[in-house]
């Protein structure tokens, strides 16, 4: 029989979260390129768009404030996307980090995560 092997799926990532929808917020992925679930996310200040995390930016999207929920092509513009903003728990192992972030990048953003109520666990 052969091997399946399946991707992450949407929301795999939590560990728990608050009851209805105060952990989720729909909002809108800046354009550029296609994020996987569980991405973890910085908000870009002067628009209020959302987009994977980078430590190196001056925009606000260095500071990380959510984990996208599900998978999200923004590859051809802005899209919408939910997330994950606050009152959750999520796996370590299951989170997306940007390629090339270091060790010292990382632990920032689980700190900061936390001030969110975002617990990397």
């Not at 917020?25 to 980078?54: P, S």
Request: without cysteine; aromatic residues 4%.
């Amino acid at each position: 029989m052969p091997v399946m092997t399946e991707g992450q799926h949407t929301g795999e990532f939590i560990v728990s979260e608050g009851n209805g929808s105060i952990s989720r917020e729909t909002v809108t992925i800046l354009n550029g390129r296609t994020l996987d679930t569980g991405a973890v996310l910085g908000q870009v200040t002067a628009t209020g768009k959302y987009r994977e995390v980078d430590p190196a930016a001056i925009t606000g999207a260095e500071i990380a404030v959510a984990v996208l929920f599900e998978a999200v092509d923004a590859s051809g513009g802005d899209a919408p996307g939910n997330i994950i903003s606050r009152l959750a728990e999520v796996h370590g192992g299951e989170v997306v980090w940007p390629t090339g972030i270091t060790d010292p990048q990382k632990q920032t953003a689980i700190d900061q995560l936390a001030t969110a109520t975002i617990i990397v666990r």
